[in-house]
């Protein structure tokens, strides 16, 4: 006869067995590193931060997170990949704000509202106009009124058509009543080598002007936030200026559609953790990035929000793609 500690022994021992790894079962998330897709030219901004997330990610993960820049496409070449990724969580990317517009525009290999995951929002950008330091283009004013005597002639290099840098100058152009000449570009790195260069008369685009701004290479004529920066208080606004143009583009770490909610969450509190990281911090305040979170929830509401009213911007500059 079976005693009841015998029972209990038993009982004890088959609970270990359950609790006992197989082969069958998945291992604990991360358990090899992490790819995180930039989809702009290594040496701009947006890589410098991006870098600066994944390396504090990695730590708390207790794994590596690797960036691979992937430009060109007006960023959304980080789109294109996430539709054909594993939502394993291995593979994410940063999102921008093309990918709300330029499906209005064009036909795309991704949807927007289907095909994604909204992990974490991190931050978003200052995007300002910059002209050389040399250049008789000394305000907004001085630009409406060489654009006005000079349809057509005055060029401006942006990150890529339908990025936010473009629309902002458009949107501005529509409401002046004047005509510019876009010249798009696949990133940032890029658009300060032309400008520099002395192959555009000007420069829209995030902060990698900064540094510029700074020597005195560049100059600052406008920034389009709802306010000024602390950097460069004395830039005017587009609003200031009468412009009804805002745009800071709040961007995060998004993965492929159908991703496991425990890695979600996983991924999630890991990047929520870096807004904490003095490393972190230190870069965002260099490029003038606010932090700007939301949490999945938040951020995949937002993203529904932010397509429906890029829809209406976009056919409002009569932009749309033609049926």
Known sequence: MRTRRHVLTAAAAGAATLALPSPGFAQAFPSRPLRVICP???????????????????????????VENKPGAGGMLGAA???SA?????????????????PHMQKTSFDTLKDFTWIACLTGYTFGLVVPADSPIKSVADLVAYA???????????????????????????QAGIQLNHVPFKGNADNMQAILG?????????????????????RLIATYGSKRTKRWPEAPTLSDLGYKTVSDSPFGICGPKGMDPAVVRTLHDAFKKTLEDAAVLAVLDKFDQSVIYMDTETYTKWARETYAAEKATIERLGMAMKS
Do not use: C
């Open 81 to 83: 990949e996430l539709v």
């Open 148 to 174: 006005k005597a000079h349809p057509g002639k005055f060029n401006y290099g942006s990150t890529g058509i339908g990025t936010s840098p473009h629309l902002a100058v458009e949107e501005f152009a529509q």
């Open 86 to 102: 594993k939502p394993d969580g291995y593979t994410l990317s940063q999102l921008p704000h093309g990918v709300f517009r330029i």
């Open 40 to 66: 702009w030219p290594a040496g701009g901004s947006t890589d410098a931060v991006i870098r600066a997330f994944a390396e504090s990610a990695g730590k708390l993960l207790g794994q590596p997170v690797v």
């Open 198 to 218: 002395g192959h555009t008369m000007a420069a829209s685009d995030a902060t990698g002007w900064a540094p510029h701004v700074a020597s005195g290479k560049l």
